[in-house]
C-alpha cells in the first residue's frame, strides 16, 4: 500500500542548531543587503532624470526582479533555520519550484537583454536612442517575462500531475525540480528530456546572444584610438560581464553538467553562490562601478 504525500520536508542548510544559528544569521544579512540594494538601485534609477536611459531602465527591472526571485525561498528559509520547521505543503512547493524557475529563467534572459543594449550603445551610439526606444525597451522586458512563464509552465504543469506515494524527504533548502521528479512514483522520463530541452535552450542560447554582443563589443572597442575611449566604453559594459560570468558559470554546472543529479551537499552549495550569493553582490557591482549611480548616491547623501 502507498501513502499519498500532502507535504515534503526540506533537510536545509544545517545539520546542528548552532550552525542553523549561524546561518540564520548569514542568510538574514544576504537577505538585507540584496534588499537594500536593489531597493536603492530601484530609487535612484527613477528619482533621477540623467538615469532614464535604456540601460537604467533594464538595470531597475533586474533590481526588481532578483527582488522577487529571492523572495520566492530565502524568508521560508529564513523561517525553517529560526523555528526548525521544515516541512513544505505540496500545493506550496509546486509553487515555490515554478515561481524560483521562472523567475530565475526571467534573470537569465534579462541579462541577455541587457548585453543587447550594451551591443546597441558601444557599437551604434549615435542611432542608440533611436533604436533603444521606450516602445522597444517595454516590449523587451515583457518579452523576458512571457517566455520565462512560457518555457517553465509545460513542465510544470506535468509535475504537478505526478504521483507522490513514497518518500518524501528532500536534500535541499527549497523544493528543487530534480529532487522532485527523483520523488514521484512513477516514470518521469519525458519531463526530464522536457526540462533538459528547455534548459538546453534557455542557457546556451541566452549565452550565445550575450558572447556574441560582447564579441562584437570588444572588436569595437579596440578600434577606439585613444586608451580613454577604450576605458570609458569598457566601464559601461564591464559591471555586466561581471555579473553574466558568475551567473551562467554556476547556473550551467548546477543544471547542464553531465550525469547530473539532485540532493547532494555540493548542489546545495551551488544553489547558495547562484540563488544568494551573486543575488547580493550584483545590485554593488553594478553601482560601486557605475560613476553615474554613485554620484547619484551622492547627491541623495
Not at 142 to 158: K, Q
Request: glycine share 4%.
Amino acid at each position: 500500500n502507498h501513502t499519498t504525500v500532502v507535504e515534503f520536508v526540506l533537510l536545509g542548510l544545517a545539520s546542528s542548531h548552532h550552525l542553523e544559528i549561524t546561518l540564520f544569521l548569514l542568510l538574514g544579512i544576504a537577505y538585507f543587503l540584496i534588499l537594500l540594494g536593489n531597493l536603492s538601485v530601484i530609487t535612484i534609477t527613477l528619482t533621477n532624470s540623467f538615469l532614464q536611459t535604456p540601460m537604467y531602465y533594464f538595470l531597475r527591472n533586474f533590481a526588481l526582479l532578483e527582488i522577487t526571485f529571492t523572495s520566492t525561498f530565502l524568508p521560508s528559509t529564513l523561517y525553517s533555520l529560526l523555528t526548525e520547521r521544515k516541512t513544505i505543503s505540496l500545493p506550496g512547493c509546486f509553487l515555490q519550484m515554478l515561481f524560483f524557475h521562472c523567475l530565475g529563467a526571467c534573470a537569465i534572459f534579462h541579462l541577455a537583454v541587457m548585453s543587447l543594449d550594451r551591443f546597441v550603445a558601444i557599437c551604434h551610439p549615435l542611432h542608440y536612442t533611436a533604436i533603444m526606444n521606450s516602445r522597444l525597451c517595454l516590449q523587451l522586458i515583457l518579452s523576458c517575462w512571457a517566455l520565462s512563464f512560457l518555457s517553465m509552465f509545460p513542465p510544470t504543469i506535468m509535475i504537478v500531475q505526478l504521483p507522490f506515494c513514497g518518500p518524501n524527504v528532500m536534500n535541499h533548502f527549497y523544493c528543487d525540480v530534480s529532487l522532485l521528479l527523483q520523488l514521484s512514483c512513477t516514470d518521469t522520463g519525458s519531463i526530464e528530456e522536457l526540462m533538459f530541452v528547455t534548459l538546453i535552450i534557455i542557457l546556451p542560447g541566452t549565452l550565445i546572444v550575450t558572447a556574441a554582443s560582447y564579441g562584437c563589443i570588444i572588436v569595437t572597442i579596440l578600434h577606439i584610438p585613444s586608451s580613454a575611449g577604450r576605458r570609458k566604453a569598457f566601464s559601461t559594459c564591464s559591471a555586466h560581464l561581471m555579473v553574466v560570468t558568475m551567473f551562467y558559470s554556476t547556473c550551467v554546472y548546477r543544471y547542464i553538467r553531465p550525469e547530473q543529479r539532485g540532493g547532494q551537499d555540493s548542489d546545495k552549495i551551488l544553489s547558495l553562490f547562484f540563488s544568494v550569493l551573486t543575488q547580493t553582490l550584483n545590485p554593488y557591482i553594478y553601482s560601486l562601478r557605475n560613476r553615474q549611480v554613485k554620484q547619484a548616491l551622492k547627491e541623495r547623501v
